[in-house]
């Protein structure tokens, strides 16, 4: 036992003075943790912009999503009215009561449309993904292949930039 003793004495204290014996053991040094740290870092920064990327074509993909629903809403709408509703100006709050509903009218068969709370603003605007109000204009005469033109503003959110997304 003395003999045990006096071998973990000399494993874990001094022999002379300033060296100690070396236990090898299982663990991680400094060095490798920064190996590791510096090798997220790396991946992080390369994995950032292509996520950004793919959120705001997210964003875009649900927009036209929104458009082609409300093309489809305005088309059974012009179905029952024989014409679309007619409206110049910026926004679609008149356009979200028409196709929500009800309206007076033996023509109206909808609703033809449902819109969240969180898709419309207090205007009663549609709002695309970046909570912008979208645009409605009907007649138009800006693209001939459309009776009406829906636009949302974009990622920018500035109307007439090359990224606005529109049913043309």
Do not use: C
Not at 128 to 141: E, F, G, I, N, V
């Amino acid at each position: 036992m003395k003999r045990y003793i006096s071998n973990f004495l000399l494993n874990f204290f001094p022999l002379r003075l300033g060296e100690r014996v070396r236990v090898r053991g299982k663990g991680i040094t400094l060095l490798e943790i920064l190996v590791v740290m510096a090798i997220i870092a790396v991946l992080s920064a390369i994995a950032t912009p292509a996520l950004g990327n793919a959120r705001r074509r997210a964003m875009s993909v649900k927009t036209e999503s929104v458009i082609a629903s409300i093309e489809a809403a305005l088309s059974m709408y012009g179905t029952d009215f024989g014409d679309y509703p007619a409206f110049e100006g910026e926004g679609t709050g008149s356009l979200t009561e028409l196709l929500q509903g009800p309206v007076e009218s033996r023509f109206w068969k909808g609703p033809y449309m449902r819109f969240k709370t969180a898709d419309i603003d207090g205007g009663n605007n549609i709002l695309d993904a970046w909570k912008t109000p979208l645009s409605y204009r009907y007649p138009q005469d800006g693209h001939t292949n459309v009776p009406y033109i829906i636009i949302s503003a974009g990622p920018d959110r500035e109307m007439g930039t090359a990224d606005d997304i529109g049913n043309w």
